[in-house]
């Protein structure tokens, strides 16, 4: 994967692994020295890679409680939270999420925002809510490429036109069957007349505490 990732021209990868707060074990440990030891490779092989702790979490009541106790790591160390729902929640659950979290002071990115029904069918409610509580939302290279019928056409064409959206993530599990297509997927977003450069600055205020 790493491979794949510097041949399709990236150079940096905030690591995102599932995290499930009090549902299912996340061993921090392990993952900050299996990351190291990903790098080490990364700079024993000259590849132009650097790698970045993260997590992508499914919202549960702990997981705020988590975030506080440093148990389910930020975006590389930022107040930036990558959080993701049920397809199905509701638009009134996922706000409440996103409010508990931004009391805490941490910046929610909506994983894969064109997968909530609640959102997707209701843009003006979407852009109301990231506007209310200063969201960030994101959407997966795939979608880009391929929207998967009119209503997430419709979605992304909306967060476009407001720039609303503020990333594009690669979603990448393997090399098969969900492979990298970042690069395919910038190209993609001239389509919508959507403003690369400023999505990929919002990309790089990740990166900034570690350089």
Known sequence: MALAAVRDGITHIVTTPH???GIA???????RQRLAALQSWCRDQGLPLRLYPGAE?????????YLNE??????NGTAHVLVEF?????YEQIRKACAELTAHGYIPILAHTERYTALVRHPKAALALREELGLAYQINCGTII?????WQQRFIKA?????ALDHIATDTHNVTSRPVKMREAIAALSRYGADVNTILQHAAELLRTTG
């Open 19 to 21: 995290v499930m707060p």
């Open 70 to 75: 440093g148990r389910v790591p930020t975006m």
């Open 146 to 150: 391929a929207p998967k019928g009119f």
């Open 159 to 163: 967060l476009v036109k407001e720039d």
């Open 57 to 65: 979490i499914f919202y549960t009541p702990m997981t705020v409680q």
């Open 25 to 31: 074990p996340f061993d921090g440990e392990r993952f």
């Open 86 to 90: 049920d397809p199905g929640e509701r």
